[in-house]
């Protein structure tokens, strides 16, 4: 890889993996529901409430208010009392979910009218297949109402620089005791292109820039797909892409990762950079026109 005259000149050898599947949000995903929630959409609302605690103290009640007042529009029916569902264990251990009951029962009762689990069906103890458009949404909603909602408090510049701060402390609390799980950016790679049995449903084009840059470029994006109906693409970078900064870091502490454009934002694609800062701390990612004609 060269830096010639701010232009990205390359010769590595360049994969398109996946396969477009029009029909990728039809598809059916098993889930635990119960699991999912408690480790998913129940457990982040019980974290940013506790940060907003403790980083703006004086918004949390507005915030708990606003939140649920958008949760009583979603909701059409009270699935919690309709199957007298005990919610001691679904909320145990999380603090402020028990202190904040109600939000988090109408949180609770949205998440299984997306699941739409059958009668005869053991929440949690069986698991069931949903469309992968409702799992998505089971957790991509509540991120958007979050947000929204912080909005709607605070102000728009204020609340998207604590949900950053939120997203970032969420994930380092997540990493803590874990090990890394790849060497280097080149193992990182190998495993991508290694044949699947069956392609998946994410199109990216891939390559090694260099011994520590890995590249790739998202051509679609389900989550995007799953929540066109929604207007904010400022909202949908955060709660889809921002997490993607500290996420990297759970494969190994010293990689770093860099984006540019997203589908998300209304680009094309997404321009996705992984350097590993042992190698080289250049963190320069490569300019639109490098990605424009970065294909096999």
């Known amino acids: ?135 998505l949404l089971s957790f991509l909603h509540p991120r958007y109402y979050n947000l929204i909602s912080l909005i709607e408090t605070i102000g728009r510049e204020d609340a998207i620089k604590l949900y950053k701060q939120y997203v970032t402390h969420y994930f380092i609390e997540g990493r803590k005791g874990r090990e890394s799980t790849v060497p280097d950016v080149k193992t990182l790679f190998e495993n991508r292109i290694k044949p699947k049995e069956e392609p998946s449903d994410w199109v990216i084009v891939t390559a090694l820039l260099s011994e520590g840059k890995y590249a790739y470029k998202n051509e679609n994006c389900m989550w995007v797909e799953a929540l066109k109906d929604l207007p904010d693409s400022e909202i949908k970078y955060y709660i889809c892409c921002y997490g993607d900064y500290e996420d990297v870091k759970f494969r190994n502490e010293n990689f770093v990762f860099t984006m540019e454009h997203t589908i998300a934002q209304g680009d094309p694609y997404c321009s ?24 096999p």
């Open 272 to 295: 996705r950079v992984i350097h590993d800062t042992r190698v080289d701390y250049d963190l320069r990612h490569p300019p639109k026109e490098f990605w424009d004609k970065f294909n």
């Open 1 to 135: 890889m060269l830096l010639h005259n701010n232009y990205w000149v390359t010769k590595m050898k360049k994969y398109r993996l996946g396969v477009l599947n029009p029909k990728t949000l039809e598809k059916l995903e098993e889930i635990q529901p119960f699991e999912y929630a408690r480790k998913e959409p129940l457990k982040r609302l019980n974290y940013i409430l506790g940060f907003i605690k403790e980083r703006n103290p004086d918004s949390l009640a507005q915030f708990v208010k606003t939140l649920e007042e958008k949760y009583k529009t979603l909701v059409k029916e009270d699935i919690i009392t309709e199957k007298k569902i005990d919610v001691k264990d679904v909320f145990a251990d999380f603090a402020f979910l028990e202190k904040y009951s109600s939000l988090a029962k109408i949180s609770l009762n949205y998440y299984l009218q997306l699941h739409e689990i059958p009668d005869n069906v053991n929440w949690k103890k069986d698991k069931i297949k949903i469309p992968s458009r409702n799992q």
